[in-house]
């Protein structure tokens, strides 16, 4: 049982480059949701999923896009890449709200 | 303005002790709370959610108390033991969103 996995673990991109990030879960859960941790802060919720086809935006949504487009995956753009995008990121899915939510090991992006 | 506050230097305790962390909160007013662990490079793993009408809540050496009134979790690990060492994060769940608000965690460092 994988659980939540994220692809890739590490990544270096020079500013203005795009990417994605993959997360994938097989708990069938319902809903999924990406954050950034930054030294010092909590955890900030970028965008999330209430449901395959369905997205909406966190506490820092811009610079980010997403696609949920089949349920057990959830997909986190950068279009033009900032240094202010530097981050550890995290996806995470649960049953419902006010269920323990899974997290994936996270992605190391460092923008240059 | 909403804030949440964990302590931010890290907690040095004598194993066998008990550690008891922090998790204050103002203008939130959580229908739940819940507590992670995070060791470093890795994601948070959930352990323990209290509801606003539960005082207090346990799971093996884990005890979590939660006072509305002071707007404050406690969170207990009792006969501490150095594989406790850790991050934890406590995350407020909001009654009408979907998001979680987290704190910034407290590091514990549980000594032989």
């Known amino acids: 049982n994988a659980g939540v996995t994220q692809t890739p673990k590490f990544r270096v991109l020079k500013t203005g480059q795009s990417m994605t990030l993959l997360c994938a879960q097989d708990?069938?859960?319902?809903?999924m949701y990406w954050y950034r941790q930054d030294p010092g802060m909590g955890l900030r919720l970028i965008h999330y999923s209430v449901g395959e086809g369905t997205t909406a935006k966190g506490e820092v949504p811009d610079g980010y896009n997403v696609s949920r487009l089949k349920k057990q995956n959830f997909l986190l753009g950068l279009e033009s890449a900032a240094p202010s995008q530097t981050s550890v990121y995290f996806c995470?899915?649960?049953?419902?709200?006010?269920?323990?939510?899974?997290f994936g090991q996270g992605t190391r992006l460092t923008v240059v | 303005s909403q804030k949440i506050e964990q302590n931010s230097e890290a907690l040095n305790i004598q194993e066998g002790k008990t550690a008891t962390l922090t998790c204050n909160y103002t203008n939130y007013s959580p229908a739940y709370l819940q507590w992670y662990r995070q060791d470093p490079g890795r994601g948070p793993v959930f352990l323990l959610l209290i509801r606003e009408n539960e005082k207090e809540k346990r799971k093996e050496r884990l005890k979590v108390t939660f006072d509305t009134t002071l707007k404050q979790s406690l969170f207990h690990i009792t006969a501490s033991q150095p594989a406790d060492s850790a991050t934890y994060l406590c995350a407020l769940d909001m009654r009408s969103n979907y998001q979680l608000i987290w704190g910034a965690g407290t590091k514990l460092i549980i000594k032989p």
């Open positions: 995470a899915s649960s049953y419902r709200t006010n269920t323990e939510a899974f």
């Open positions: 708990m069938n859960h319902e809903y």
